[in-house]
């Protein structure tokens, strides 16, 4: 391992210890200054500000903090890029300056601790609730601010999630034909196990008709607050979406949750919207449907 003169203890210092060392002060959310002065700083190298051109040459023009700074500076436009690029329909929303001052405020609260930029993002809607005023973030036209703009980031947080995360490509899903083999006495104990990359999401607002036309370049208005359900998955990677009822909704939450297909459409019968009469050929339509569209990976039977 290469090691270089350390003038700050006497020692030499591996090369290991000075790139976690500049590491850290790059990413440090102060700037260079208080990243050198920082306690993850100091544990790999011990060094005051008025030696660090010992450590971090200056150049012709600029200083050895000036230059880390570059770094330093160049790092955060770097992460808040890809946020951009992560939620484009939340920064159209709310434009580009109130979004840079969020995406700032989330890399301070939530800092980058993947190897990979896919997981950047993955608490930014955890973010913008926990951050939310107590006014819930104003209004206009009618519409919560705060609900609308933290609904859009779940949204476009799902599909980010659903698009780099494991799937089922390549592998046989539970077919139509299969379903109908289950025994009529064993179809109420039945489970349907969703393919991992299934989710679920209740929302506030029609996010995503607001998010499809965004990606359309068009700019939509504000939509209007509305009880939406949709479910997301994945197949030969590419994301699909699809619209869902509240009843819809209750019976997949219910089976992704692990319950039987028994007690699931229990749920549903015993909501206050339900209506029995029609209920047998909904429900017919809709295993078809979901199974078709590949929701599940298999049926499984509890012991005979």
């Given at each position: 391992?290469?090691?270089?003169?350390?003038?700050?203890?006497?020692?030499?210092?591996?090369?290991?210890?000075?790139?976690?060392?500049?590491?850290?002060?790059?990413?440090n959310m102060?700037?260079?200054?208080?990243?050198?002065?920082?306690?993850?700083?100091?544990?790999?190298?011990?060094?005051?500000?008025?030696?660090?051109?010992?450590?971090?040459?200056?150049?012709?023009?600029?200083?050895?903090?000036?230059?880390?700074?570059?770094?330093?500076?160049?790092?955060?436009?770097?992460?808040?890029?890809?946020?951009?690029?992560?939620?484009p329909a939340v920064r159209h929303a709310v434009g580009d300056e109130a979004f840079d001052a969020f995406a700032l405020g989330y890399l301070r609260q939530y800092p980058s601790r993947s190897y990979t930029l896919n997981d950047l993002g993955k608490h930014f809607g955890d973010y913008l609730l926990e951050s939310r005023p107590d006014d819930g973030g104003g209004e206009a036209g009618g519409v919560d601010l705060g609900d609308f703009i933290t609904d859009l980031a779940t949204l476009e947080q799902t599909y980010a999630e659903v698009f780099d995360g494991p799937g089922v490509e390549g592998q046989r899903l539970l077919s139509e034909e299969q379903l109908a083999k289950v025994p009529a006495e064993r179809w109420l104990e039945a489970r349907l196990m969703p393919v991992v990359c299934l989710r679920l999401l209740s929302l506030r607002y029609p996010v995503h008709r607001y998010f499809s036309a965004v990606r359309a370049e068009k700019n939509p208005p504000?939509?209007?607050?509305?009880?939406?359900?949709?479910?997301?998955?994945?197949?030969q990677y590419v994301i699909r979406r699809f619209q869902l009822t509240r009843e819809q909704f209750t019976l997949l939450a219910a089976l992704v949750g692990g319950e039987t297909i028994g007690t699931a459409i229990e749920r549903v019968a015993h909501s206050p919207r339900a209506k029995l009469d029609a209920l047998a050929d909904k429900l017919r339509r809709w295993f078809t449907s979901w199974t078709a569209e590949g929701f599940f990976e298999r049926v499984e039977l509890g012991p005979t």
């Open positions: 391992m290469q090691k270089v003169q350390s003038p700050f203890s006497g020692r030499m210092q591996s090369l290991d210890q000075i790139q976690r060392w500049m590491q850290t002060v790059i990413m102060g700037g260079a200054r208080a990243g050198v002065a920082s306690d993850a700083a100091q544990e790999v190298i011990g060094v005051a500000a008025y030696h660090i051109e010992q450590v971090v040459t200056r150049s012709r023009a600029l200083d050895a903090f000036d230059r880390l700074d570059i770094y330093n500076r160049s790092y955060f436009a770097r992460l808040i890029d890809c946020l951009r690029e992560e939620f504000y939509p209007r607050p509305r009880a939406t359900y949709l479910a997301v998955t994945r197949r």
